[in-house]
Each structure stands twice: as structure tokens, then as C-alpha cells.
């Protein structure tokens, strides 16, 4: 049979006293670690650490080698109720303090914890976390793989039926399949022996008959009692030095209470005589109100006349105030013709800003003008060195065409007196006529054009050639070929008369062998070349000849010599 006084760490009375259901335990968590002798010791469930902290101290007195691991959130439950983080920093730094060196707080889930613990290593399990039969029955069977051989597991609260516990059920339904043991004090502790190898410390508890079974009780539920009522006197202890500090604080605030009391009754016997004082000021005052009242009656008809004079200022005022509406009205009319005015200072004040910006513009772009213009004005001096130089040369050229509008003037006279011998012939025939009349029409065109300049090469050819007068009408008609060759080739051999020389000169060799005789046309009217009146748009071949080579570019001076 066993026999707890074997034991004596059962009656040492645990140093973290608490409130705790399971305070009652506590002598039997200290005979279960010396019979055990636990390597690893796993509590799920910890809160305010009553039970663990036994584990620990018996752990600690005994010098049993055991690692202890405690497992809660710290955050409450549905059974435990919710509560902040004090409970776990105050339980954490008495822990700390003295179990720290083989013993961990875990604040982690159940199944999270059991990742850190291999399979068959734990030798003590104390399930005492949420408390309903599926919460109890997960637990158990998800950390069972990690019981040893010699595995115990204690379930809290086995003999609680209310707020729907379940670990009775659950209890009911295991202990068929493993020995155990049950206390149904302290809302009953279940033991169950899971492992195959029973301890020796606990076999006879577990092989125990009813009467020994009932002995066991009695003697862990007198222990636990006792200590209860240890607690609860010590507790009534401390809620009766806390009632005594509240009744020193109550008398002490009594004391301080009386003191102001007796300090407001000599407050009031101060007023007390203040207020005698004040009846005899009072009465003093009542004969100076009758004074003041005979006064009054003077100062009543005093009023009565002001009021007189009150209603005529009144009837000023209400003069006053109909000039004054008719000043407001005219106010309210210069305000609105102020405001009106505003709004066109304000839009051309915007005008004004966007002239400035305008002419700030236009500054720019003058400045830019001014710049171009700089530039300008130097090519311009440049170009007028350059038309002083081309007007040296057009002064020599209107030299030269002077000379050359004499020689015209005298190769007129012989036209005219050409005409004169071909009026003497009138064998040509009118088709002769109007082609002369068409070519001295394309003549005056050419005269208007820039033909015209080309038509003077052909006057310096008139006064170069000087034909004798028998052969007049076939120096025309060289002439005309003359012309028709420097249109033919352009202005470009236009040079000097020595130039010219030269040219006609090679065109009398290269026609020498022509005909001389041509018919001639017949005489116009007043003897000078002019414009027929009888089909006057008809084109001779002569002429057509000529203003059809007309110079292919443009005329230019450079050095003084004319291209």
C-alpha cells in the first residue's frame, strides 16, 4: 500500500499562494514529482501559474533534474475568462526570478507547442486548458504520441458539471482503457498512467482497493483543505489589513474632516459678526435712502423737464435720420458707382497687364527688328558700294548708248531714205507690204522689251558696215541676221564695239556669196516705220526669226563689262 508520509515534500506548504481551483492539489503535485521524478514536465494551461509554480518548487527542493515547460496564451478563455498581459508579466518575473534555470514559460497554442517537443519524450502532462469535452479529447489525443513508456497525464476539473465542462465525460470514457486514479476534492484531478511502463511510485496508487483508494483521498483532500483554508486565511488576513488600511485612511479623512469643520466654524462666527456689522451699515444706509429719496423727488422734476427737452431732440433726431436715409441712399448709390468703377479699373487693370505683357513682347521682338535691321543696314552699305560701282558702269553704258542712238539716228535717215526708193518700186506685191509692216511692229516691240537692248548691238552693226547705197536693202537684211545671230547666241558676246566689229565682220564673209537683189517692200504711210493697218497681227518669217532667239539669261555687269 502507499503510504504519503514516505513523502514528505507533500507537506511543504508552496510558495506561490494564490487564488487557484486548483490550490487543493498542490500537496499532491509535490508527492506526484517525487514519486515520478519526471525528465520532462509539460503543463497546458497555466494562468495565474499556481499549480506549475508547485511543479517547479518541488522540482527545485527536491533537486529532481527536471525540464519544465508551461504552455498558455496568456490571452483568456471562454472558462478562464479574458484579462490583460499584467497576469503573465507578473507570473514572468516571479518565475524568472526563481526557475528560470530549468524552467520555460511557452506563450503559444497547444498544437503550436508541439513542434518543439520530440514523440515519446514527455513524461508528465497536466491537461487544464478550455475545459469542453472536444477541447479535452483534441488535447489529449494530439499530445499522447508524445508521452513516454512511462507517461502520466493529470485532467483538472474531472468532477465539474456545470458551464459546460466536459472533462468528466471525457475522463468517464478514458480511464476505461488505461489505469487511473481520481480526486474528487478541488473539483477533482484525474491520473492516468498512459505509458507502458506504470512508475513504481504510482502503481500502488493506481492498484490501490476502495479502502485504501478512500484513505488516499481523505489524507491529499485533508492536506489540500488545510491549505485552503491556510490560503483563505491569510487572505482573510490580507482583506483585514486592507479593510484596516481603509479604516485608517477613513479615519485619518475623519480627522481631516473635523479639522475643516471646526476651521468653517470659525469661519462662521466671523461672518456672524461680519453680518451685526452690516445691519448697523444697513440701517445707517436707510436713513441716507431717505435722504436720497427726498433727493429724488427734486431729481423727478428735474426729469420731467428734460423729458420736454427729450421729445424735441427726439423730433431733431427724426429729421436727422430722414437726411440721414436720404445721405445713405446717395451713398449706396456712390458705393454701387464705386464698385462699378472698381470692376472697370479691375478689367483694365487686366488690359493694362496684358498691353504690358504685349509691348514686353513687342520690346523683345523690336530688339530682335533692331538686331535684323543692324544686320541689314551693313548688307545695304555693302550693296550700295555696289551700285556705286554699278552706276560708274551704267554712266559709262549711257555713254555708250548715246553714241549708239546717234548711229541710230543716222541709219533712220538712210532707212528713210530706203523707203524712199521703195516707194519708187511698186512691182511688190501687198503680201510684201504687210510683212514689212508686221516686222517694223515686232520692231517696236522689241524697242519695249529686252530685245530692245540687243537692237542696239545691231545699230553699232548699221554704223559698222556702211553699205554703199545701191546695196542699202541687202545691208538690212545682213543687219537683220546680225541681229538674229547676237540673239541667237544672247547678250553674252556683247562686249565692245571692237567685239561687235569682229562679229559683223565675220558675218559679211559668211554671207558674201548671198543675193543682192530682194524685192522692196512698199512705201508706208508718212515714211517712217509704224504700224499697218491691214492685218496687223500677221508674223513675218524675219521677224519671227528674231524675237523667237531671243537671249537665253538675264543680262549682268561684272568688271565693268557687260555678259
Known amino acids: 500500500m502507499l503510504n504519503p508520509l514516505d513523502h514528505p515534500i507533500c ?65 483568456g478563455d471562454q472558462h478562464a475568462g479574458a484579462y490583460g498581459p499584467e497576469i503573465f508579466e507578473e507570473l514572468s518575473g516571479y518565475h524568472n526570478r526563481l526557475y528560470g534555470d530549468f524552467s520555460s514559460l511557452l506563450r503559444t ?166 453680518v451685526a456689522d452690516r445691519e448697523w451699515h444697513v440701517e445707517s444706509l436707510a436713513v441716507t435712502v431717505a435722504e436720497r429719496d427726498r433727493h429724488a423727488e427734486a431729481l423727478n422734476s428735474r426729469i420731467a423737464e428734460r423729458e420736454v427737452e427729450v421729445r424735441a431732440l427726439t423730433d431733431r433726431i427724426a429729421e436727422a435720420q430722414a437726411e440721414s436715409a436720404t445721405l445713405a441712399a446717395r451713398v449706396a448709390d456712390r458705393e454701387w458707382h464705386v464698385e462699378s468703377l472698381a470692376v472697370t479699373v479691375a478689367e483694365r487693370d487686366r488690359v493694362v ?82 510683212q514689212i509692216l508686221r516686222l517694223t511692229d515686232h520692231l517696236g516691240t522689241i524697242e519695249a522689251s529686252l530685245t530692245w537692248q540687243t537692237a542696239q548691238s545691231s545699230r553699232l552693226a548699221f554704223e559698222l558696215l556702211k553699205p554703199p547705197e545701191h546695196t542699202r536693202w541687202d545691208g538690212f537684211r545682213r543687219a537683220v541676221r546680225t541681229v538674229t545671230g547676237l540673239s541667237r547666241v544672247g547678250i553674252k558676246s556683247i562686249a565692245s564695239p571692237t567685239s561687235i566689229g569682229r562679229w559683223v565682220v565675220k558675218d559679211k564673209q559668211t554671207r558674201s556669196d548671198e543675193p543682192t537683189s530682194q524685192p522692196i517692200p512698199p512705201p508706208m504711210a508718212g515714211g517712217v516705220v509704224g504700224e499697218s493697218k491691214e492685218n496687223p497681227t500677221q508674223e513675218h518669217p524675219w521677224t519671227a526669226e528674231v524675237v523667237s532667239r531671243k537671249p537665253e539669261g538675264p543680262m549682268s555687269f561684272q568688271g565693268g563689262k557687260r555678259r
Not at 511510485?201 to 483554508?229: C, Q, T, V, W, Y
Request: proline share 2%.
Open 353 to 434: 497687364e496684358s498691353l504690358t505683357s504685349r509691348v514686353a513682347e513687342s520690346e523683345d521682338q523690336i530688339t530682335g527688328q533692331d538686331l535684323a535691321v543692324a544686320d541689314l543696314m551693313s548688307q545695304l552699305a555693302d550693296h550700295d558700294r555696289g551700285l556705286a560701282e554699278l552706276a560708274e558702269q551704267v554712266s559709262e553704258r549711257d555713254r555708250y548708248i548715246a553714241s549708239l542712238d546717234a548711229d541710230i539716228a543716222e541709219r533712220h535717215e538712210i532707212i528713210t531714205r530706203m523707203h524712199g526708193e521703195a516707194n519708187e518700186s511698186h512691182g511688190l506685191s501687198e503680201e510684201r507690204h504687210r
Open 109 to 274: 497554442s497547444f498544437d503550436e507547442a508541439l513542434t518543439q517537443f520530440a514523440n515519446g519524450s514527455v513524461d508528465l502532462l497536466h491537461i487544464d486548458g478550455f475545459h469542453s469535452y472536444e477541447a479535452v479529447r483534441h488535447d489529449f489525443e494530439s499530445w499522447l504520441p508524445k508521452m513516454s513508456k512511462r507517461g502520466v497525464i493529470l485532467f483538472h476539473d474531472t468532477n465539474v458539471r456545470e458551464r459546460n465542462f466536459g472533462v468528466w465525460r471525457f475522463w468517464s470514457e478514458i480511464k476505461q482503457q488505461y489505469k487511473s486514479f481520481e480526486f474528487v476534492h478541488g473539483h477533482g484531478l484525474g491520473v492516468l498512467a498512459v505509458g507502458e511502463d506504470v512508475p513504481a511510485g504510482i502503481r500502488p496508487m493506481l492498484d490501490a482497493n476502495s479502502e485504501d483508494i478512500a484513505k488516499l483521498r481523505r489524507f491529499f483532500s485533508h492536506l489540500g483543505k488545510s491549505l485552503s483554508a491556510r490560503f483563505f486565511v491569510e487572505k482573510l488576513g490580507q482583506d483585514l489589513n486592507q479593510a484596516n488600511a481603509r479604516d485608517a485612511e477613513q479615519e485619518r479623512k475623519r480627522v481631516d474632516l473635523q479639522a475643516l469643520l471646526d476651521q468653517r466654524d470659525e469661519e462662521a462666527l466671523a461672518l456672524a459678526a461680519r
Open 11 to 75: 507537506f511543504t506548504f508552496p510558495g506561490r499562494l494564490c487564488v487557484s481551483a486548483w490550490i487543493e492539489h498542490g500537496p499532491f503535485a509535490m508527492y506526484l514529482i517525487d514519486a515520478l521524478r519526471p525528465a520532462i514536465l509539460v503543463e497546458l494551461g497555466t494562468h495565474y501559474g499556481y499549480s506549475y509554480c508547485a511543479f517547479c518548487q518541488a522540482v527545485q527542493t527536491l533537486n529532481a533534474g527536471s525540464n519544465c515547460f508551461a504552455v498558455d496564451s496568456w490571452n
